[in-house]
């Protein structure tokens, strides 16, 4: 006996949407660079009217009733007017940001409390003139941001600033840009979104009205017997006479006066190098303001004194040069993260 047909499984997948629904429901990854550029193409510019486009289109469907209701030519033709110089406008604001290329530029870092800024160049792709360009990334940014016009020569480009506040010391990553634009009336805001792998180091906060640099502790002079100052009679160096030094490189005056015979080296004195030490701070301080008073010294310092910095599991031996004082604020940024 033939069987009977099965009854249909209720709980089978059903088959996807085909066509253009398909896509619009398949979920879209991040706008990521590609070679570092991200391009804003037409699948991620979005347009809606602004509060300024909304009363423009009520104040048309006002005047359209008005013409309607007693047959006013001149309204007719003014209303018309209106609306095609609106559909311009729709259209300018959509042109002014599609195919624009967006990459980003060099990141500083920033003190706690200050803005960190983020450098996009902004170029256009087919030599067009932009106007009117903005880009923010989050509750962060300014409510006012600063705009940009490039005049669409070849091999143009321009700078979008982003400014974040770093509120907090540590690493400080750049969110989702938003990049938009309200030209040429304000009728319309277009704007789409890109994601850049940056970040940049927030610094300690330097501590306002911080106390003197610690001096280092030391006898002034080292197994050789160096004095580490100037004396009267020259800004050498001095260390211990040694047999077969020439006559004019003994310092007479200072032999003289302590009873020492002393000899010049014939370089400059250099001072004793400072350690920076957490441990020397007072008990009650609390994390924070530790740090806090650390980066003041460091700042402090400059970058022609020899300086160490000493935290609870990091070290860095003394040194100079604006190299060495940017390692000693990125400790200072990311401690205890760099502890061992």
């Known amino acids: 006996m033939p069987r009977a047909p099965a009854a249909p499984d209720t709980h089978a997948p059903r088959a996807a949407p085909a066509g253009w629904l398909a896509s619009a429901l398949r979920p879209r990854r991040p706008r990521a660079p590609a070679n570092g550029v991200v391009t804003l193409d037409r699948r991620h510019l979005y347009i809606l009217p602004t509060r300024s486009g909304l009363g423009f289109a009520v104040l048309l469907l006002a005047m359209l009733t008005t013409s309607l209701n007693y047959n006013i030519s001149l309204g007719f033709a003014l209303t018309f007017l209106l609306v095609g110089i609106g559909m311009s406008c729709m259209w300018m604001a959509y042109r002014n940001l599609l195919d624009l290329e ?70 400080l990553a750049l969110p989702r840009v938003t990049v938009s634009s309200r030209f040429p009336f304000g009728l319309f805001r277009v704007w789409s979104y890109a994601e850049f792998p940056l970040s940049t180091l927030v610094y ?130 990311l401690w205890p993260e760099r502890r061992p």
């Open 102 to 171: 967006l990459s980003a530029g060099p990141v500083s870092p920033a003190f706690a409390g200050d803005a960190a800024v983020f450098v996009l160049h902004a170029r256009p792709q087919d030599g067009m003139a932009r106007i009117g360009i903005e880009a923010g990334a989050g509750a962060g940014t300014p409510d006012t941001p600063g705009s940009l016009t490039l005049d669409g020569t070849e091999g143009a480009d321009g700078v979008l600033p982003i400014r974040l506040a770093a509120a907090r010391r540590g690493r």
């Open 204 to 333: 300690p906060a330097p501590e306002a009205n911080a106390p003197p640099l610690p001096q280092s502790a030391g006898t002034g002079e080292d197994d050789d017997g160096a004095v580490a100052s100037a004396v009267d009679d020259g800004i050498d160096q001095l260390r211990k006479y040694r047999a077969g030094d020439p006559l004019h490189r003994i310092a007479w005056k200072h032999s003289a006066r302590t009873g020492r015979w002393m000899s010049r080296t014939g370089q400059a004195p250099q001072p004793p190098a400072r350690w920076i030490d957490w441990h020397t701070l007072p008990l009650t301080m609390d994390t924070e303001a530790r740090l806090s008073r650390l980066c003041a010294w460091v700042v402090a310092a400059g970058d022609a004194a020899d300086i160490g910095l000493r935290l609870p599991g990091v070290e860095i031996v003394p040194g100079r040069g604006a190299a060495h004082r940017r390692a000693c604020l990125e400790a200072l940024a």
